[in-house]
T-cell receptor, first 112, second 112 residues
Framework: GNSVTQMEGPVTLSEEAFLTINCTYTATGYPSLFWYVQYPGEGLQLLLKATKADDKGSNKGFEATYRKETTSFHLEKGSVQVSDSAVYFCALKAPNDYKLSFGAGTTVTVRA | GAGVSQSPRYKVAKRGQDVALRCDPISGHVSLFWYQQALGQGPEFLTYFQNEAQLDKSGLPSDRFFAERPEGSVSTLKIQRTQQEDSAVYLC??????????FGPGTRLTVL
């Protein structure tokens, strides 16, 4: 079946540090890949997505590249802010399917 | 515009009670999804509606769980005879197309 494995947290960083959250997946075919973010007290929000190999999704300074050869979709940001403190979820959607399969989430805390 | 709303935001139930969780999707969204998120885990798919038709209920964990969307808009997730293992956050999402699901803030259910 389809599954997502993401780096365990929690992750604590200082402001302006570099952030990487690893995500690998198992799926047949070419799934769409997503990063969702959940800020404290809020619902899940789509952060970025990629729908085919070598696509790069980007938003709010975050980037992730769909790597078919390593079945990975790692999330990166060059300089984090306190406001980036949140839980980050990697997810996939199989071709011609509607449901999302999520990783367990990574809690990121950025200190001033 | 208004996003997906869910009510109540918090629900405490005694074991054996029935509960009903409401989801108001974004107006015009055809697809509606329910997910269950256990503590420290990613969301897990429960069920999917297209308009009023429940096309997939493969993720419902037992026959105590029932969902409906009678007019193709508001949806209700009902859990009968709640058990402690039902304690989780229940997330509703809606979408116009399958590639972007908009999530509500969730209902946190605690079964004592």
């Amino acid at each position: 079946g389809n599954s997502v494995t993401q780096m365990e947290g929690p992750v604590t960083l200082s402001e302006e540090a570099f952030l990487t959250i690893n995500c690998t997946y198992t799926a047949t075919g070419y799934p769409s890949l997503f990063w969702y973010v959940q800020y404290p007290g809020e619902g899940l929000q789509l952060l970025l997505k990629a729908t085919k190999a070598d696509d790069k999704g980007s938003n709010k300074g975050f980037e992730a590249t769909y790597r078919k050869e390593t079945t990975s979709f790692h999330l990166e940001k060059g300089s984090v802010q306190v406001s980036d403190s949140a839980v980050y979820f990697c997810a996939l959607k199989a071709p011609n399917d509607y449901k999302l399969s999520f990783g367990a989430g990574t809690t990121v805390t950025v200190r001033a | 515009g208004a996003g997906v709303s869910q009510s109540p935001r918090y629900k405490v139930a005694k074991r054996g009670q029935d509960v009903a969780l409401r989801c108001d999707p974004i107006s015009g969204h055809v697809s509606l999804f329910w997910y269950q998120q256990a503590l420290g885990q990613g969301p897990e798919f429960l069920t999917y509606f297209q308009n009023e038709a429940q096309l997939d209920k493969s993720g419902l964990p037992s026959d105590r769980f029932f969902a409906e969307r009678p007019e193709g808009s508001v949806s209700t997730l009902k859990i009968q005879r709640t058990q402690q293992e039902d304690s989780a956050v229940y997330l509703c999402a809606s979408s116009f197309a399958w590639d972007h699901q908009y999530f509500g803030p969730g209902t946190r259910l605690t079964v004592l």
